[in-house]
Structure formats: C-alpha cells, structure tokens
C-alpha cells in the first residue's frame, strides 16, 4: 500500500508540473497524428515530418535518460565501494598504529 500511495503522489507531482507518462505522451501524439491525416493533404506533409521529428527527438530523449539513470547508478555502486573501501583502510590503519604503539621501542 505504502508503494501505491508514493505512486500516486508521484504522479500527481508530475502532473502539477506539467510533465506526463510515455502512455499519455503516446496517446496525445496519436490524437495529433489522427488531427493531421484528417487534414488536406496539402496541409499533411510539413505537420507529419515535424510529428516525426518530434517523435524521433522523444526516443532519444528516452534513450539518454535511460543511460543517464545507468549511469548514476553505476556512480552510486562505486561511491559505496569506495566509502566501504576507505572505512576498511581506516580500520586497518587504527589497528596497525595500536600495533605500533604496543611494540617495545627498539631505538633506546
């Protein structure tokens, strides 16, 4: 319930900004598709290639945010490594300086 309930303000925070689902961007780019053919032919060919280049920009666009997402993803995997990683070296160097400190002084 807990997920369908950020679902849903999610959505509603989209929709307050303005944006939309790749199904409502679909569904209004084919109500625009069907205004176009209903046009004089005349009238179709420049309103149908910027529908396609609209279109074309739109998977793109998709495109790179999917590759932008794997790539913070990657970027958040690795900052954790190297926390982990820096959190390991810190305690074997807390541990070898005990080492140290217990060690009998060979210099006197």
């Known amino acids: ?13 989209s ?3 303005g944006e939309m689902s790749e199904q409502e961007f679909q ?14 032919s005349d009238q179709q060919g ?5 529908a396609s280049e609209t279109k074309n920009r739109h ?8 590759e932008l997402q794997d790539s913070l993803d990657y970027l958040r995997v690795s ?7 820096l959190e390991a070296t810190r305690r ?4 070898l ?7 009998p002084d060979s210099n006197n």
């Open 79 to 85: 900052v954790k490594y190297l926390v982990f990683d």
């Open 27 to 40: 569904k209004q780019f084919n109500k625009l598709l069907e205004k176009i053919n209903g046009l004089p």
């Open 1 to 13: 319930m807990a997920n369908e309930a950020t679902a849903t303000q999610t959505k509603e925070k």
């Open 92 to 95: 074997e160097n807390k541990q």
């Open 97 to 103: 300086r005990s080492l140290l400190e217990r060690r």
């Open 46 to 50: 420049k309103l149908q290639d910027m």
């Open 15 to 17: 929709q307050e900004r």
């Open 59 to 66: 998977e793109k666009m998709k495109k790179t945010i999917s």
